[in-house]
Nanobody, 127 residues
Framework: QVQLVESGGGLVQAGGSLRLSCAAS????????MGWFRQAPGKEREFVAA????????GYAASVKGRFTISRDNAKNTVYLQMNSLKPEDTAVYYC????????????????????WGQGTQVTVSS
């Protein structure tokens, strides 16, 4: 089992920044590819960003590329999502997810590839 706890959400004005954190426990963190997803009211959960086990390979949704940065600190068992230039359309509950089946330098973008999920943290961007 893997336990994931997100933090760092909140209310911010458009153009502002937030950094989300996700602390993992239960399995060796360097064996997990990690992803961030989000779900806005009335919409399906969607991919935001992901990183491979060592953080060398990363990927982003087109809607956040250039504004968001995913990173990880394997010594702290934590993955981060730095969100800059936030827009009202970024408002959603953000979820951290862990994939223990991804091979070494792979990250995956499909929800079904992830085995464990956090509870989510609310991000609200006001206009």
């Amino acid at each position: 089992q893997v336990q994931l706890v997100e933090s760092g959400g909140g209310l911010v004005q458009a153009g502002g920044s937030l950094r989300l954190s996700c602390a993992a426990s239960g399995r060796p963190f360097n064996m997990l590819a990690m992803g961030w997803f989000r779900q806005a009211p009335g919409k399906e959960r969607e991919f935001v960003a992901a990183t491979s086990r060592r953080g060398v390979d990363t990927g982003y949704a087109a809607s956040v590329k250039g504004r968001f940065t995913i990173s990880r600190d394997n010594a702290k068992n934590t993955v981060y999502l730095q969100m800059n230039s936030l827009k009202p359309e970024d408002t959603a509950v953000y979820y951290c997810a862990a994939d223990f089946q991804a091979v070494f330098n792979v990250y995956r973008v499909n929800l079904g590839s992830y085995d464990y999920w956090g509870q989510g943290t609310q991000v609200t961007v006001s206009s």
